[in-house]
């Protein structure tokens, strides 16, 4: 086997170095540089970026582009040139939008080469040197101590009181105590091999002797690499996009039915093929929301800049609304539902009392709470750094700061005159100090219950239980007890009996502020929540308990039990649908579940900190790393960051999204309510032996200007309240229901009749067919600012303000009324658009037209709401819950 292939756990010490054919002196500098050029530098492979270019022409890439290219081109063809500028600069409008918003750096990849650190300590000819990480080849012999990072995969030699911080990697969010002694067996997932370390991670306490096996993209750190790159070109798009693609579609395929059966009517019809390629520019133009493209980035990056005073920063601009439809979160636990930090937060004392964190930091004085927590001090090995700040293990720290919240003199307690220590290792189980203090000379022990109670005279079963039940509620439990320092000779080792034990503290990485009450809005807001770590799956059981999930034992299933998706998908899937907490797994598996959610009807969300995480953000619908405590490998690959590393942040994150998905589909309603009222007015005029009713210049003008101007204000619409008081609806997943035609088609049929009629009566009047199309124009504009009216809030009539009221769509309306005044009557756009002043009375005609529209709609939506509230009524009487929750 080479060395890539090989289970380097599975082997003793001295095998690892007989197969990689070294020994301890480390290898010579012939045999390294033979080796760098047979494996490669100790660098991850980079991607390969794209050019602004392509990511340009990329933009091109939808069935409407293809239908406006062609219209643009058949407008040269037969020389009309403003029609060809105007559908080209709209072209390259939308692409240019799209562009900026995609040329963003890969910054996955760049992060986790940045995570290998650039020097590391070798052994080569039996002389120790500094050696740069790249030049590392398996077979090094590497020399680790506290503070180092890790620089390859390597098999440990010796190992004295090693911990490594692996929390970015695994998810474990305690130091792991690392052994050399342990040969395990080859099925030992990552998290459990303690006789490795690996590439990304850092040594916190000890040293240690290691033999290199294996480096760059061979290592656990390439594999994630390898994983990541995978995850991006297998990953699903953004909701959101998935949706406007379906949608984009259809009306391609509408418009080209359309233009093929027209076209070949009028040919039927003897027509010559200057008007039918007219026509068909006329359809195209009419049936393609032109400025769907722009209002909906307005409503995104709008939603964007709402999200970011709530510490969501937004990646991905199409992300926004996909939070909003969501309807599973899957979190990782270290670092995002906790912090990341040891803490002691429970507290047993021999006479069986149990006290809290929040009861010593409120409550009184208490002796034997003090007494407790000045053994903490004492038997600590952290230091104080110049400027006061304390550096040490984390279980030291935590101890420190549970003796400063007790009253202790934190610096009193470092100072203290340590005449004999015994420092903790994992072989020992324990750690004991005899130290002055006060008037007396102490003994003082921590360590595993277990290990300290046979220390204690009169301790027994009943001590141990008391530890137990700490143990239980998912607490690292640590037995404390002190003694009277011995006159007699010897070690202090050899005088550790009949001590008295002090108590227990009960360490744990605590929950972040305000994640409980986050998970129960999700749950009200109708969206799961599941917890996906590399952490013990006690450790996590007890989290998801203190968050309020409704979980027990049947509710865990870890890494192992899952197996592999590739084994057996169907089966896989079997065991993740239905789980909330999946423990010690592993990047891969991550990723699998995330599919198994996707593949099960989910729309995941994948929130995540750490290196591990980063397949799974990137697989994800909407990948959400954090800001503060998240590696740049996490926030590279994620859709969202949250600032403030709250879990909580997300809840609003979710709020917003689903403001910016109704203020999505009212810009998509407008926009496809006006356009099939154009195609109507096409069709019915065409049918009646009628001209065109408006030129493509003209429909241009109506669906990028005035059009544009209003359906962008929609995209400013701050929601009514109650996003949060009802699940996410599963029609969502499309932009247009049954509903939304409802809504829609009334209004664009009643506008339908009255424009023809209108174009139909100017011309009996024998008016020019100009003079017509321009009082249709105007029409049409009055018919668009009517039916925004009526749709600005889909649960309230027109007439009624609500408090959140969109002001900036009033805004529109004014601006729209000037341009088309404008267009009416500045001479260059006269004669751009073949516009006139109209008189005053049609102007009135065109009100009272408006207020028949606007009045069908409102009957087509109270017609909905009354539906809706009937529906809710049958579902109440049947004991069924609501779809909406309290309004």
């Known amino acids: 086997m080479t060395a890539e292939d090989r289970a380097w756990h599975a082997m003793s010490a001295a095998e690892a170095l007989d197969a990689l054919g070294v020994d301890r002196h480390g290898l010579s500098e012939g045999e390294a540089n033979a080796r760098l050029e047979r494996h490669g530098p100790n660098r991850l492979p980079e991607a390969r970026m794209v050019g602004p270019a392509q990511v340009f022409l990329r933009q091109f890439r939808s069935p409407l582009i293809y239908l406006l290219l062609v219209a643009g081109v058949l407008s040269l063809v037969i020389g009309d040139r403003w029609d060809a500028t105007f559908i080209f600069g709209v072209l390259i409008l939308n692409a240019s939008i799209g562009a900026f918003q995609e040329l963003k750096a890969d910054a996955s990849a760049r992060a986790l080469r940045s995570l290998v650190p650039q020097i590391a300590r070798l052994r080569r000819s039996g002389v120790t040197r500094d050696v740069a990480s790249e030049d590392i080849v398996p077979g090094d012999i590497v020399e680790l101590e506290s503070g180092m990072s890790v620089t390859a995969d390597m098999r440990l030699i010796e190992a004295i009181g090693l911990e490594a911080d ?37 040594v916190v306490e000890g040293r240690a002797l290691a033999v290199v096996t294996q480096t760059g993209s061979q290592s656990q750190l390439g594999d994630i690499d390898l994983t990541l790159a995978e995850a991006g070109r297998s990953a699903g798009a953004i909701p959101l996009i ?41 359809l195209a133009v009419a049936a393609i929301p032109e400025g769907l493209p722009v209002a909906v980035t307005v409503a995104l990056s709008a939603a964007a800049s709402r999200m970011a005073r709530r510490n969501v920063i937004v990646r991905a601009l199409p992300a926004v609304e996909g939070l909003g439809a969501c309807t599973m979160i899957a979190s990782d636990k270290t670092g995002t539902l906790t912090v990341n930090r040891l803490t002691v937060e429970r507290v047993v004392l021999p006479d069986g009392r149990s006290i809290a964190r929040a009861d010593w930091q409120t409550g009184g004085a208490d002796h034997a709470l003090a007494e407790l927590a000045a053994a903490a001090g004492l038997c600590n090995e952290a230091q104080l750094r110049e400027h006061g700040s304390p550096v040490g293990d984390a279980v030291d720290l935590a101890l420190l700061d549970f003796a400063r919240e007790n009253g202790g003199d934190v610096e009193r307690l470092i100072a203290a005159d340590r005449l004999s220590i015994v420092p903790y290792e994992p072989a020992l189980r324990y750690a004991a100090v005899e130290a002055d203090w006060g008037e007396e000379t102490r003994t003082v022990v921590k360590g595993a219950p277990e290990t300290v109670l046979p220390m204690c005279g009169g301790s027994g079963a009943d001590e141990q239980g008391l530890a137990d039940r700490l143990a239980g509620e998912g607490f690292r439990v640590l037995a404390l007890a002190r003694g009277q320092a011995q006159t ?3 070690s202090i080792r050899d005088h550790l009996r009949n001590l008295e034990l002090l108590g227990f503290v009960g360490l744990t990485d605590p929950l972040r502020h305000g994640v409980v009450e986050a998970v129960a809005k999700c749950h009200e807001a109708g969206i799961g929540v599941v917890m996906i770590t590399g952490d013990h799956p006690a450790t ?23 197996g592999s998706r590739n084994g057996d998908e169907e089966a896989f899937a079997e065991r993740v649908v239905g789980r909330q907490i999946f423990a010690r797994t592993e990047p891969a598996q991550k990723l699998a579940i995330v599919r198994a959610l996707e593949e099960a009807g989910q729309i995941v969300a994948v929130t ?66 006006t356009g099939a009222a154009e195609i109507l007015m096409f069709l019915l005029a065409l049918s009646l032996g009628l001209a065109m009713p408006l030129t493509p210049v003209q429909l241009l003008w109506l669906n990028l200007v005035t059009n544009g101007v209003l359906d962008v204000t929609l995209g400013f619409g701050k929601g009514d309240g109650d996003e949060l008081q009802h699940p996410p609806q599963r029609k969502l997943a499309s932009l247009i229901d049954r509903d939304a035609l409802i809504l829609m088609f009334p209004g664009a049929a009643l506008m339908t009749v009255i424009a023809v009629w209108v174009l139909h009566d100017r011309l009996a009047l024998d008016m020019p067919i100009e003079d017509a199309r321009n009082h249709v124009l105007v029409m049409v504009v009055t018919f668009q600012i009517a039916f925004l009216l009526s749709i600005r809030n889909l649960k309230l009539p027109f007439w009624r303000w609500h408090a959140p009221e969109n002001g900036w769509m009033f805004v529109g309306m004014a601006v729209a009324i000037l341009l088309q005044i404008a267009a009416m009557t500045v001479p260059a756009l006269q004669s751009l ?23 069908v709609t409102e009957i087509a939506k109270w017609w909905l709401i009354r539906m809706e509230r009937a529906t809710e009524e049958a579902m109440h009487f049947a004991g069924a819950p609501s779809i909406r929750g309290n309004r």
């Open 166 to 202: 692996e929390s970015t990697f695994t998810g474990e969010s305690m130091p792991v105590a690392k052994r050399a002694s342990e040969n395990l067996g080859i099925d030992t997932p990552v998290a459990d091999r303690t006789n490795m370390v690996h590439a990304g991670t850092s």
């Open 608 to 673: 995540g900190d750490g290196v591990n995480d980063a397949p799974a953000l990137r697989m994800a619908d909407i990948g959400i790393a954090m800001g503060r405590s998240g590696t740049d490998v996490a926030r590279g690959a994620a859709d969202l960051v949250l600032a403030d590393d709250n879990f909580a942040t997300i809840v609003a994150g979710v709020e917003e999204g689903r403001v910016t998905f109704a203020n999505i589909r009212k810009i998509v309603l407008f926009m496809l309510a």
């Open 242 to 282: 998935r949706r406007m693609n379906v949608l984009a579609r259809q009306i391609a395929l509408i418009a080209v039915i359309l233009i093929v059966v027209l076209g070949t009517m009028l040919a039927l019809e003897g027509q010559g093929w200057r008007e039918i390629v007219l026509l068909a520019i006329a």
């Open 488 to 490: 007699g000779g010897g």
């Open 833 to 855: 658009l073949d516009t006139a002043p109209v008189e005053s009375s049609f102007l009135w005609l065109c009100a009272g037209a408006a207020l028949a529209v606007l009045l």
């Open 540 to 562: 996590a059981l007890a989290i998801a308990r203190q968050l309020g999930m409704d979980v027990d034992e049947a509710s865990v299933i870890t890494g192992r039990e899952l």
